[in-house]
């Protein structure tokens, strides 16, 4: 893993980590996605359509939203399911990756699941993959797009200014090759967020987890099909981190998109639905 720029947290107690910057958060979910949301305890999340199980996981500021286009696509011949995961609920000290893999394990168990094929974004790809290695007896096929595990490159090197929102524009700008998705409204979202002092520890501390469970020495320990699908102008993960998953995991296949950064669901979702379409056709065939 490459030397990891600093945040500084200005009131908060100081931390020496990176955060990955994928900004989307709780409202804007429950706006675009809440009438397909089913609430059953500790879980919130998506259920809809028949057929195989695909199961979405959702990156660090992440929303269900980032996967409407996906979603739309494969419920029509997929059990397409999506937890929002507790990114800013878990007890402060056991706010990590591995609890989060604990969380999406309770989630299959109270939903029975079994064969599922599990998609990751960003830090859900980095969920799925210690999921991978506790449970592997559980998934059928992992798909990986942006994905942590390796190395995330979020703020270049910098310092985020939290209360300044040009400094955001700037940051939130690496996440897409196309700038027309860094809206005012995607700034004053992300500006409300890391101005919470209760969201911004606990996200420092998933950045902190995700820097300290580097999966290099368990990719090669891989047996399911795993699929690669990767922005060829993502900044956060760049090109040379998908390189790496693609020679240390054992049966992978890697897919490029062009004109892309670190959100290929979004920014090219036709794109993105076609690669997973014929490749899980292919591999579950």
Sequence with gaps: MLPQPLVNTDRVAPIAVRVGLYLWTDRMVRMEME???KEEGEFTYIDVGDGPPLLFLHGLFGALSNFEGP?????KKYRVLMPML???TLPMLNTNVPALADFLDRFM???GLKEVNLLGNSLGGHVALVYCTKHADRIRTLILTGSSGLYENAFGGGFPRREDKDFLRQR???TFHDPKYVTDELVEECYVT???RAKLIRILSLAKSAIRHNMAKDLPNLKMPVCLIWGKQDTITPPHVAEEFNSLIPNSELFWIDQCGHAAMMEHPDAFNTIVDGWLAKTLA
């Design 86 to 88: 507790p990114l800013y």
């Design 172 to 174: 939130i700008a690496l």
């Design 109 to 111: 168990r109270h939903l």
């Design 71 to 75: 979603t739309a696509f494969f419920r």
């Design 194 to 196: 890391v101005n919470d």
């Design 35 to 37: 009438p397909q949301l």
